[in-house]
Nanobody, 124 residues
Framework: QVQLVESGGGLVQAGGSLRLSCAAS????????MGWFRQAPGKEREFVAAISQSGGNIYYADSVKGRFTISRDNAKNTVYLQMNSLKPEDTAVYYC?????????????????WGQGTQVTVSS
């Protein structure tokens, strides 16, 4: 089992940047595929990005491709989401998630463990 804690959210102006972190407990972090999801008010949670166990495979939602970068540091049990050129429509609660199997999937039902989320607000 793994516990996930996100941090780094906040209020930023459009065009700005934020870096989210997700720290994982346990000794087997490197065995999990990691993903980021977000949920805006009144909307369903949606996939943002995913990274394989080794970091060699990465997948992004079209809405963030070219602006967001997912990365991981297995020595620090942490996954990151660097968000640049932020837009008001990026406003949401951002969640990190862990998946036991080493395949990059976009459905939230495919992920086994979730963090509590961190709020990102982008003002226009």
């Amino acid at each position: 089992q793994v516990q996930l804690v996100e941090s780094g959210g906040g209020l930023v102006q459009a065009g700005g940047s934020l870096r989210l972190s997700c720290a994982a407990s346990g000794r087997t972090f490197s065995s999990y595929t990691m993903g980021w999801f977000r949920q805006a008010p009144g909307k369903e949670r949606e996939f943002v990005a995913a990274i394989s166990q080794s970091g060699g495979n990465i997948y992004y939602a079209d809405s963030v491709k070219g602006r967001f970068t997912i990365s991981r540091d297995n020595a620090k049990n942490t996954v990151y989401l660097q968000m640049n050129s932020l837009k008001p429509e990026d406003t949401a609660v951002y969640y990190c998630a862990a998946r036991v199997f080493n395949t990059l999937l976009t459905s939230e039902g495919s992920y086994d463990y979730w963090g509590q989320g961190t709020q990102v607000t982008v003002s226009s």
